[in-house]
């Protein structure tokens, strides 16, 4: 019997490896019995080679799987980001170097006073300006009106201070000036007319070129003042490392285009403004006044993100602190590239955040939970049943949770802080208010200015002369009464008529007195104590000059003569 064999070459699409039925082996003779045997193993040796290589292909594939379960990732719900429950792979927070917190050399090297701190931030080209403004609108609307100058225009900012400095902000002209229940200094300083006359009078722009400005400009009545004292803030202090982003509501319930509506607010309307405060000492580093959107203008995108990004602009190595309105994942990445670390909560509507950390059920209260990417984390706390906190911060990059009894998040106590530089601020700025009640919203933006240059005037002050009144608990009040009367002696000490009532007059007259007499430290005052010229040991202190060589003589090297006998010697 003849069998045919048919090889791979003859047709390549019959496999090399083919068992014969049991019915041809028996039938089916090899020519060459060990060269098929020798072909046998080779097929063997490759098939075994073969399943070995897919058995480890296997097992690669099932640790992959393993790993990924144990470290699957959790993908924000836009998609964008991944989230890690492990901080294995997050970056290390290294702090870039900052400046020297406190005030800057150009702001030590030109105080001496109280009074110098705050003409630091109301400078002569401010006050100018409001001088030139004022007579301008006087000019044109008051008859037989008198020119001021700025020692009148300090004399009104101090009655100003005076009137917070007593919580006389709601208290009604009339009676800061009457005879009774007045005080001395408001009436020694001027007459209430001029001071009414001077509140209506106070402009901070042209009014005539006003119109064709505001189709531009919402701020127009009070842009060119507001630039100027604003960039002075910057230049007089820097921040420490720890700064706050956060609004500020000046009440007014006037008419004014850009007035805001804040419900969380005490005063719930008024005009908003940014605000960038220094932690440590509060101190007003940055302002913007909030003018609303543009007429007929689609709302601004990512208002949070602009505002921040400009109101930190300048700073380095710090760490901004704001709440869930300017936090976002953007913005924590916009504001590392410029070496300034994120601390802020975070709403739960924003897209970058994993829908795991926002799960309530089955988690214990006190609990947290974290999220990493290698430069952000993310934590979500539960202070209780039900309520959910989130927080984003560039600065923390570790699991850490406190010992405490309520077991918060370190980024939980380093935001609550912070977070209330801008309050804290504001808080003090209200206690000794000048505001006063108009319907004109720039006045009510000069007083807030006023308040805050008082303020950043005590935070300079007391930097430079930190042991100033230290064992006192009310320094802030002091500094704004001395502060307040060193701006109206000029215009009280230069007054040709003495006020009716006694005590304002005998507060003028006292004043003229202290000028008149010699300063006790100058050398050209006689009634000083100084060392005799003519002792040999040790040296007496005498107020006694000889009238014929000027020189200082004690009672050991004076001998008394009549002026008779001096006439005749």
């Given at each position: 019997m003849e069998t045919q064999f048919i090889t791979e070459e003859e047709d390549p699409e019959i496999t090399l490896v083919l068992e014969p039925s049991d019915s041809e082996q028996d039938s089916v003779v090899s020519e060459n019995e060990e060269d098929t045997n020798t072909e046998d193993d080779v097929l063997d040796s490759e098939s075994t080679e073969h399943s070995s290589d897919e058995s480890s292909e296997d097992r690669t594939e099932n640790g992959e799987?393993?790993?990924?379960?144990?470290?699957?990732?959790?993908?924000?719900?836009?998609?964008?980001i991944v989230w890690s429950p492990s901080h294995a792979e997050t970056l290390r927070y290294f702090p870039a170097t900052a400046l020297t917190p406190g005030p800057t050399r150009y702001a030590i090297a030109r105080i001496s006073n109280v009074k110098s701190c705050f003409d630091l931030l109301i400078t002569e080209e401010i006050t100018q300006l409001l001088v030139d403004m004022t007579n301008l609108q006087g000019r044109r609307t008051v008859k037989d009106w008198k020119d001021v100058d700025a020692t009148d225009l300090q004399a009104y900012m101090g009655l100003l201070i005076l009137a917070g400095v007593h919580r006389s902000r709601n208290e009604s002209t009339h009676s800061l000036w009457d005879d009774h229940t007045g005080?001395?200094?408001?009436?020694?300083?001027?007459?209430?007319c001029k001071f009414r006359l001077l509140s209506s009078c106070l402009r901070f722009d042209d009014r005539m070129t006003r119109p064709e400005r505001n189709k531009k400009?919402?701020?127009?009545?009070?842009?060119?003042?507001w630039e100027k004292w604003t960039r002075r803030l910057p230049l007089l202090f820097n921040p420490g490392r720890d700064v706050c982003v956060d609004e500020q509501l000046v009440p007014f319930k006037g008419s004014c285009r850009f007035r805001q509506y804040m419900p969380q607010k005490q005063a719930k309307y008024g005009l908003k403004i940014w605000v960038t405060c220094d932690v440590k000492t509060s101190y007003a580093w940055k302002m913007q006044i909030y003018t609303g959107k543009s007429d007929g203008g689609a709302p601004e995108v990512d208002q949070g993100k602009r505002v921040v990004l400009e109101m930190t602009e300048g700073l380095k190595g710090s760490t901004v602190t704001c709440d869930n309105f300017f936090t976002s994942y953007a913005l924590a990445e916009e504001l590392l590239k410029r070496k300034i670390a994120l601390v802020g909560t975070v709403r739960k509507t924003k897209t970058e955040l994993p829908p795991q950390l926002l799960q309530t059920r089955q988690r214990a209260p006190l609990s947290s939970l974290f999220?990493?990417?290698?430069?952000?984390?993310?934590?979500?706390?539960?202070?209780?049943?039900?309520?959910?906190?989130?927080?984003?911060?560039?600065?923390h990059r570790e699991p850490a949770v406190s010992d405490t009894e309520k077991k918060k998040p370190t980024i939980f106590t380093d935001y609550n802080r912070c977070k209330g530089g801008v309050d804290n601020m504001d808080k003090l700025v209200s206690i000794y208010s000048c505001r006063k009640k108009t319907c004109r919203w720039p006045m009510v933006l000069f007083y807030n200015m006023l308040d805050v240059s008082a303020h950043n005037a005590f935070v300079l002050w007391t930097s430079v002369d930190s042991s100033w009144n230290q064992a006192k608990k009310f320094r802030r009040r002091l500094f704004l009464d001395e502060l307040g009367k060193m701006l109206v002696s000029p215009q009280m000490a230069r007054r040709q008529r003495l006020p009716h009532t006694p005590a304002a007059a005998a507060m003028v007259a006292r004043l003229r007195q202290q000028d008149t007499d010699p300063d006790p430290d100058s050398d050209n005052n006689p009634k000083k104590r100084r060392l005799c010229e003519l002792c040999t040991g040790k040296r007496k202190k005498t107020a006694t000059t000889c009238i014929k060589c000027g020189k200082c003589a004690c009672k050991d090297h004076t001998s008394f003569i009549c002026s008779t006998c001096y006439k005749l010697k």
């Open positions: 799987c393993m790993e990924e379960k144990e470290d699957p990732g959790w993908k924000s719900r836009n998609g964008q005080r001395a200094i408001f009436r020694a300083t001027m007459s209430h400009d919402k701020l127009a009545a009070f842009r060119t003042i999220a990493f990417t290698r430069t952000h984390t993310v934590v979500s706390y539960i202070p209780k049943r039900g309520k959910i906190v989130l927080l984003l911060s560039t600065k």
